[in-house]
């Protein structure tokens, strides 16, 4: 009875072999591969559990093989053996490059069958992790979900287990993240997990309220405390007596009522605009913004003392280009939410539509990809979401904005050329993935190495990569510009 599969990838057949009898005996199945490349396919292809390989495989450089494979299959672990070792290389391998375990040659069948087994107890462990932290979402058929947040991404785990320690308190939690990111989202998720999601969620947005009227929206009026209050008026805090009020783009805030509202959470008390007494309230306060608080703080707009009353946690909401591993998820339960509403019959997103998602940038975060997803769902006529449903809208959009996602070559440029522009470019966008660029360019890994190795050995690699990271940089601060 096989306890999982274990994929190889050493050139040299001495170790296969004793890898193969040893991991056999201990119950697992094992594949092997010599190469890199066909290691690559073999990942895909037969989803192994665990793989061994060789720190420097043929057919590819250095740690590569490493990176790869942690880039595309992070859950997957990968046992690095070396032909030839030392504690910097082992230390590297494992801290900066992710490797479960490093071996030197020759290797003790016993140790290796004890790493194996270890890293495959890894990889369930993350699992029950996973499920120990998170409840499923309403409908159960999302697993990486909590509550109504989708996303098994590393960050966004973090944003739930969060979320789950803070939610039994009272304590004030400022939620910071850009725009789109999911912050009334998450203020909504906490609000339901707490004991208080019987009494009301009030959110007030500190940016689209006239000054004038935010003092009485947030602590209410009496009859006639001024011209237009014709009659008594609850404010926010009151509405959200026993529940939570949310204050969203609280450094929007007009600095008078920074100072009021820092009085109120301390004495826990309104007094309503025109009113002579207090009302004592117990209200659990949200605040949420995407200004960075304490460049907000420098810059002279939000109180220092408030932010501190404010920010007992912070809870950080990742930009969506730093958790694409999402993109599927999310993708697909907007798919399943929004055909249902609009009754249209996508019900799912092909690989090389996803493809295009993924080298999108997403200035505007979730509400973006929910708006391109709304608007292929609409316009696609079968069941699968195409590439030409999602391609138009970052194509068209994006390489206006930004230059770094079109090529412009004068006519008559060698096709040569053309093609070594467009593959370094491709591999620029997809910050080095070699899996992705190839896939994008629909060619096979293989032949996009053998092409990388072409312009390497005739030096046409190294000025142009350098001058694509200098761009790459720029393009990521200019990025952050919200639209
Ligand atoms: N993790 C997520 N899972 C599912 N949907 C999400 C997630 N995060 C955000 N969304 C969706 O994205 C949209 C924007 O979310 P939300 O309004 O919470 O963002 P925000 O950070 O408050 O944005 P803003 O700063 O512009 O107010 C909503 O339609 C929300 O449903
Ligand atoms: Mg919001």
Redesign the pocket.
């Known amino acids: 009875m096989p306890h999982g599969r274990v994929l190889i990838v050493d050139a040299d057949p001495l170790f296969v072999r004793t890898a193969r009898e040893a991991l056999g005996v201990a119950g697992y199945e094992t594949i092997a591969e010599s190469d890199a490349l066909c290691g690559m396919e073999q990942v895909a292809a037969s989803q192994p559990g665990v793989i061994v390989c060789n720190a420097h495989p043929p057919g590819i450089e250095g740690f590569e093989l490493l990176r790869e494979l942690r880039a595309n299959y992070p859950e997957v672990p990968v046992v690095l053996v070396a032909d030839e070792g030392s504690i910097e290389l082992a230390l590297r391998a494992i801290q900066q490059e992710g490797a479960f375990h490093f071996f030197e040659k020759p290797v003790e069948p016993r140790s290796l069958i004890e790493v194996v087994n270890r890293a495959f107890q890894s990889a369930d462990g993350a699992d029950d992790e996973l499920e120990d932290g998170m409840r499923p979402a309403g409908d159960g058929e999302t697993p990486f979900a909590f509550g109504?947040?989708?996303?098994s991404s590393e960050p966004m785990r973090r944003v739930y287990s969060l979320v789950d320690q803070v939610a039994t308190s009272s304590a004030s939690v400022l939620i910071t993240?850009e725009?789109?990111?999911?912050?009334?989202?998450v203020a909504r998720t906490i609000h339901q997990l707490s004991p208080r999601r019987r009494a009301q969620f009030v959110a007030i947005n500190c940016s689209a309220i006239p000054e004038t009227l935010m003092e009485s929206e947030l602590f209410g009026h009496e009859r006639g405390a001024f011209t237009g209050a014709a009659t008594r008026r609850q404010g926010c805090f009151e509405l959200a007596h026993g529940g939570t009020l949310l204050l969203?783009e609280i450094a929007e805030m007009p600095a008078f009522l920074q100072a009021k509202l820092l009085r109120v959470l301390e004495e826990r008390t309104v007094r309503r605009l025109g009113g002579a007494h207090e009302t004592p309230v117990d209200v659990r306060v949200l605040a949420?913004t995407?200004r960075d608080p304490h460049d907000a703080v420098r810059a002279g707009v939000f109180r220092e003392d408030l932010l501190y009353r404010l920010n007992v946690i912070t809870i950080e909401?990742p930009p969506l280009r730093l958790r694409k591993d999402d993109l599927p998820l999310?993708a697909q339960?907007m798919i399943k939410r929004l055909s249902a509403r609009h009754e249209r019959p996508a019900r799912r997103i092909s690989a090389a539509a996803l493809d295009v998602l993924n080298i999108h940038h997403w200035p505007g975060n979730?509400?973006e990809l929910?708006n391109v997803i709304e608007r292929a769902v609409i316009i696609c006529s079968g069941e699968s979401i195409e590439r030409h449903h999602v391609a138009p809208y970052p194509l068209d959009q994006r390489a206006r904005a930004r230059s770094e996602d079109t090529i412009t070559l004068p006519v008559g440029t060698p096709l040569e050329e053309v093609e070594r522009q467009m593959l370094l470019r491709t591999l620029h966008k997809t910050d080095n993935n070699k899996t992705r660029a190839a896939a994008l360019l629909q060619i096979s890994l293989k032949t996009l190495h053998n092409k990388l190795r072409s312009y390497r050995e005739r030096g046409l690699l190294d000025e142009l990569q350098g001058s694509h990271f200098s761009t790459s940089s720029a393009a990521a601060s200019s990025g952050k510009a919200r639209e």
């Open positions: 109504k947040l989708i996303g993240g725009s789109g990111t999911g912050k009334e989202m969203d949420a995407n909401l999310l339960h979730v509400r929910r």
